[in-house]
């Protein structure tokens, strides 16, 4: 199944902080159904590709509807077609518990 790394940087609110942006981006995957995991940089998001291109857009719309001016949104699609792949085993892989 693809995952998607997805970052938005809100520019023109109220304020400098991202957290509510974050939380705002969670809330909407989470209301799609999707899993999601938070790291100190970005929001991890499982589902197909029509699912994670849905909520991109989605993640991006809602910030610009909460106040702010400006949105600036990256994103990274993880597509493995030779084997199956989910969020949790890609980090585990990493953390060295897998082979």
Do not use: W
């Not at 938005?8 to 995991?37: D, H, M, R, W």
């Not at 991006?60 to 969020?87: A, F, K, P, Y």
């Amino acid at each position: 199944m693809p995952i998607m790394e997805i970052s938005i940087i809100p520019v023109g609110g109220e304020t400098p902080s991202f957290s509510q942006a974050v939380k705002e981006a969670c809330q909407v995957a989470q209301n799609q159904g999707l899993k999601y995991q938070v790291n100190a940089m970005s929001t991890v998001v499982e589902g197909n590709l029509d699912q994670l291109m849905s909520v991109a857009s989605n993640i991006h719309r809602t910030s610009l509807q909460n106040g702010n001016n400006r949105v600036i949104t990256h994103i990274t699609i993880d597509d493995r077609q030779d084997q199956e792949m989910d969020m949790e085993t890609q980090a585990a892989k990493i953390n060295g518990d897998l082979s």
